[in-house]
């Protein structure tokens, strides 16, 4: 076929400052720009440092993040609030040498780092604390919802403090808009005063944080207009206050400060809903299990399930972690694991994994590790940390935010300059009111919640997204490259021909005593196929992948070898020998699926290109492929790993779905890497996205998602931006105060966070 020529694309490089990628090299926008070239590096470590414990060893190995692929330790940070913050945190390697890497997810308030051997943990929580935010460090067990408690705890008793205040204020107040004067108005303002004070001391205390942060190290940050517009007001309202004459603003400025904390910690519960982790809640929420022990049995929740217990399952359960099977058998559905829709027969002492559903009557299982050490537990964690990386739509709308506070900041000088000819309280009152409406929270949070949400829809729909990023990509795609086995086929294999024919009882026998405990699919195929059948207990049995498996039997030496040439080319064989003599050959093959031809046939519709690239013989490869309506001369068949990578590399914006293990190259190598079947963690590696469900069905529900997440997006900005226009103007004409701009500033959050939400419902 006539090969696709590569168009010449411009050259990405990954910002200097925020790790982006960038056409403007080396930095991927204005603001990344002044914070990569004026951000010193201060010696943030001259006070006695409260965390050296952490050096010691024993606290390094209980905290150290075994098993994970790019950090080694989890720090939560309380305070973390926009994204300043996460751009500030993330400059950690350029702070302490030791630390090759740190990233932020901002749903779950972590930072996650790589921290050098021998280098100083210590040294890492300190500068967390010199920075503004409150570190503790995690270890692999640990619940966040603790941690959500405690800061939520801390923000509650502010706004309780302000809320106080500002009530109060305005009863103090009320008499002087009614003309109250003289002695007693002067007392009524004065009281204001002393009650706005355990506001400015106190609940503006995270404000300051934010804003000497912002000056320190030159990021532009949303406290830092916030702590303008309040000390100026605090500093107005005391010069009038003195002088006893002039407008005093404590009773707006405190209502607005109340409001503004309560628009906040809005934001932060939202964040840690729909931003922070859940997939694990969404297993095992409402699972009970049933413990057995010396005194009987116990009904105990998952959170209260340990190592070494032993529970009795019943149908449909989910597994809690990595157990042994301590009954005969079980029938398993592995879906989640290897994307295949058919259940699996497990026998006695072998491994069940954590999240996968029983769907045997009743077994007893024995847990072999803590969940957070089990294969599902480690995936989460690492998906929960690589789930919000830095989007070009995110990075977009953290641009745009930092550009508005600049120009909010720019223009509220400007015309408080300007019209104060005209009138200094007027002046003043309308530039604070553009400062308080035109809060950039919406527009930065509005990204962020938008993906959170998709993600999490995406889990429902059986999709398990490595990071939100692959939904932008794959709106480009115009290639779709198929694997056959798993993907277009069933990816289970069923016994299609023997020889002889039946199989003689004992043969069977014998057969599934080798294949007893044995992982490989054709074992499977065979203990669903004669689940009615005992095997034989052979001694010394020993399995060598990709060729065989063989053990003894009283004298009798017995092996199982696979058929590299069949006279059925298009199936798998294996072949039984007793003493090296052959008894019996059984062939296998791979059905269709149903919906493969009427799936391709829709992407086609939808004006993508379809190809076929197996792995198996030629003549296998092209009847599936004509069965889909794939053109022939995009089937190609009789590929290694390395082919299937270097014909996907001949064409742009490409999406190739595959086995996660087999085809890991070629995932690499396309925009956006789908994995059907395989073992989930090992396919999460080299893959985009993860399909837990069965069959192609699943990729219009990926596909529709990635459109519905397009248009969240853009109906969030142009909220956003609309809304800021609009009050920005208002405010600078007279028709919105100080007052009205904080009570419509969290209403813009609001706004979007309802549109968010009811875009995915």
């Known amino acids: 076929m006539e090969k696709k020529q590569i168009n010449p694309l411009p050259s990405l490089s990954l910002c200097l400052y925020c790790g982006a990628e960038s056409d403007r090299a080396p930095y991927c926008c204005d603001a990344c720009e002044v914070l990569g070239r004026s951000l010193k590096v201060a010696d943030l470590t001259t006070k006695k440092n409260p965390y050296e414990y952490l050096d010691q060893d024993d606290f390094r190995k209980l905290y150290s993040q075994t098993g994970q692929a790019d950090y080694n330790y989890l720090f939560f940070c309380e305070g973390l609030h926009c994204s300043s913050c996460v751009h500030l945190l993330e400059k950690m390697p350029e702070f302490h040498e030791g630390v090759s890497m740190a990233r932020v997810n901002f749903g779950q308030s972590t930072l996650a780092i790589n921290l050098d051997e021998g280098a100083s943990l210590a040294k890492v929580a300190q500068i967390i604390h010199e920075l503004g935010y409150t570190p503790t460090i ?5 619940d966040l919802e603790k941690r959500y408690q405690s800061e939520n705890r801390a923000f509650l008793k502010k706004i309780a403090v302000a809320g106080f205040c500002a009530g109060n204020t305005m009863l103090f107040v009320v008499p002087i808009y009614a003309g109250l004067a003289g002695t007693m108005g002067t007392v009524f303002n004065w009281m204001s005063f ?36 309040m000390l100026s007001s605090f500093g107005l309202s005391t010069v009038n206050l003195v002088r006893g004459d002039g407008a005093i603003y404590f009773d707006s400025t405190a209502s607005f400060m109340f409001l503004i904390l309560s628009a906040r910690y809005l934001l932060k519960r939202v964040q840690q809903n729909y931003l922070s982790p859940s997939r694990i809640k969404t297993f095992f929420q409402t699972e009970n299990y049933v413990r057995i022990n010396a005194d009987g049995e116990e009904t105990i929740p998952w959170t209260s399930t340990q190592r070494g217990d032993v529970l009795r399952l019943t149908r449909n359960q989910t597994l809690p972690s990595d157990c042994e099977l301590l009954s005969t058998s079980a029938m398993i559905d592995m879906s989640l694991f290897n994307g295949e829709s058919l259940p699996k027969n497990f026998s006695q002492n072998m491994t069940l994994f954590a999240g996968t559903k029983l769907l045997s009557e ?16 480690q995936l989460f964690q690492q998906l929960d940390q690589g789930a919000l990386q830095k989007s070009h739509f995110i990075a977009l709308t953290d641009r745009l935010a930092q550009k508005l506070i600049m120009t909010v900041l720019l223009v509220a000088g400007v015309f408080f300059l300007a019209y104060s000819q005209v009138s200094v309280s007027e002046a003043f009152n309308r530039a604070l009111a553009l400062i308080v409406l035109a809060c950039p929270c919406a527009l930065a949070f509005g990204s962020p919640l938008t993906f959170g949400l998709a993600l999490k829809k995406a889990q429902k729909l059986g999709i398990l997204l490595k990071d939100a990023t692959s939904l932008e990509r794959l709106l480009n795609v115009k290639n779709i490259f198929f694997d056959k086995t798993g993907t277009l086929t069933q990816g289970s294999l069923a016994i299609s021909y023997s020889e002889p024919t ?10 599934l005593g080798l294949e007893h405990v044995s992982y490989h699919p054709i074992a499977f195929a065979l203990r669903k196929e004669w689940e009615q059948v005992k095997p034989e207990v052979l001694t010394d049995v020993t399995e060598v992948l990709g060729q065989g498996v063989s053990g003894w039997l009283g004298t009798d030496f017995y092996e199982i070898r696979h058929l590299s040439e069949s006279r059925h080319e298009d199936q798998k064989a294996i072949e039984l020998f007793k003493n090296g003599e052959s008894l ?38 092209f009847a599936v492929g004509q069965e889909c309506h794939i053109p022939k001369e995009n089937i190609y068949g009789e590929l290694f790993p390395e082919d299937k990578k270097q014909i996907i590399e001949e064409y742009e914006d490409t999406c190739m779905i595959g086995d996660g293990a087999n085809d890991s190259l070629g995932l690499k190598s396309a925009s956006v890497g789908i994995a059907v079947k395989g073992s989930v963690d090992l396919s999460l590696s080299s893959a985009d996205i993860y399909f837990t469900r069965g069959g192609l069905n699943p990729l219009f529900d990926l596909l529709k998602l990635a459109k519905q997440t397009q248009r969240v997006l853009i109906r969030n900005l142009s909220i956003s931006l609309i809304y800021n226009l609009i009050g920005g ?33």
Do not use: H
């Open 729 to 761: 103007t208002l405010a600078l004409i007279g028709l919105i105060d100080p007052l009205m701009a904080a009570i419509l500033m969290p209403i813009s959050s609001v706004i979007i966070v309802l549109s968010s939400i009811w875009g995915f419902k």
């Open 502 to 511: 039946p199989v003689p009882e004992d043969l069977k026998k014998v057969i």
């Open 194 to 229: 002393f009650l706005y004070l355990p506001i400015l001391f106190y609940s503006a205390v995270p404000f300051y944080r934010g804003a000497w942060n912002s000056l320190k190290y030159k990021v532009v940050n949303v406290d830092l207009p916030i702590t303008i517009a």
């Open 138 to 142: 995690l270890a692999a067990q640990d």
């Open 362 to 377: 009743e077994i007893l299982v024995r847990i072999q590790v803590p969940f957070a050490d089990s294969k599902l537990g």
């Open 584 to 621: 019996s050959r059984l062939y296998f093959t791979d059905p269709l699926r149903e919906e493969s031809p009427a799936a391709v046939s829709e992407l086609q519709k939808r004006g993508l290109n379809c190809f076929l690239l197996s792995g198996d013989k030629k003549s296998r490869a």
